[in-house]
């Protein structure tokens, strides 16, 4: 007879009481199986289980093409075949001798007559087999609701990312009006919403062309990127041209007023070592055509931002902000510092 605690082995088993797993014990049988040979193969009715106590099985199925498919690899302490002990139901797989192998087998037929007579065991293993069911109703549950948070996700990456810019990569129109209304919303926190325009761009493009044109759009963003990078609650985009804009949340106006001005001093400087002649730099301006074609000189590329802050508490609607921010636009055009700033 094997020792009843190699039974106990089983989780399904674990709960029984000592004279039960004794009862068990005296109709299990030792059992050798050599390297190679087969528990049990898939289809085969569920006649037992295994308790393994030296060696390794592996568990494995054929794919259509014939292919070994190894689902799992259990060794000594582990059990094979618990719920076909008690539903003698057909095999899932085959369970196959990866060494030689040294085993306890349990008879479903023996184990039922001794259980027959022993029902606060069956229920035992009732209760085993319930909470078994209930962890892998959780785990699907579980495995569901992530699959359906990756789609979701997978989905809201790809929306994003057909409508970011194809030449800034920043979020485009969409994703821009999207930010505007969320902003909008009247918020227990300050916001502020920014409209950046660049200055001087279409006699630029006319002059070094539009490749030269998209090098100084690119630089724009890569200047936004940098300067707010890490700023919590912070959004930037392209609207389109030489437009673009920046949404913050939880914002303190001068502070922020700070950066717009550390970023517009940064592209101004680094468009005008990247784009202009040591000459064109010295005086500030290029050559060119104004939209009647008359020769006059233009300034450098610049910036100017318009900055509408709502206060903590205060909304507004796209149309209201709309019409605020292109008032707004038009003040930071004739400023120093080209920043306007104004409320609602």
Partial sequence: MPDPGLLSRAPLLAALAGPDLRALSEVAEARR????????????????????TAGEVRIRIESAEGAEVVLNHLGPGDA??????????????????ASELEAVFLPREAAMAVLA??????????????AKLRAATAQVESTADGALRQARRHG????????????????????????????GVAAPVPRALCYLDLDHFKPFNDAFGFRTGDEALFLC?????????????????????DDFFAGFEEVEGAALEARLLAFRQAFMSEAAGAFYSAE?????????????????RF???GCSIAVLELRAGEGAGAEV??????GLKTAAKGVVGGIARGGV
């Fill in 221 to 241: 963003a890569t200047v936004l990127r940098r300067c707010f990078s890490g700023v919590a609650g912070c959004f930037l985009g392209h609207i389109g041209g």
């Fill in 156 to 183: 809201a990456e790809l929306e994003e990312a057909t409508d970011r810019n194809p030449l800034t990569r920043l979020p485009g129109n969409q994703a821009v009006r999207q930010a505007v209304e969320r902003l």
């Fill in 280 to 296: 064109e730099r010295a005086a500030g301006s290029i050559a060119g055509k104004d939209r009647d074609g008359k020769a006059r």
């Fill in 321 to 326: 902000i709309g019409a605020r921010i292109a």
């Fill in 117 to 130: 007579g022993r029902p606060e065991a069956l229920l035992r293993l009732l209760g085993v087999l319930c």
């Fill in 33 to 52: 199986v050599p390297e190679g040979g087969a528990l049990f193969r898939r289809g085969d009715a569920g006649d037992g289980l295994w308790v393994v």
């Fill in 299 to 301: 300034p450098l590329l």
């Fill in 80 to 97: 094979v075949g618990e719920v076909a002990l008690l539903d003698g139901g057909a095999r899932s797989a085959d369970a196959v001798a």
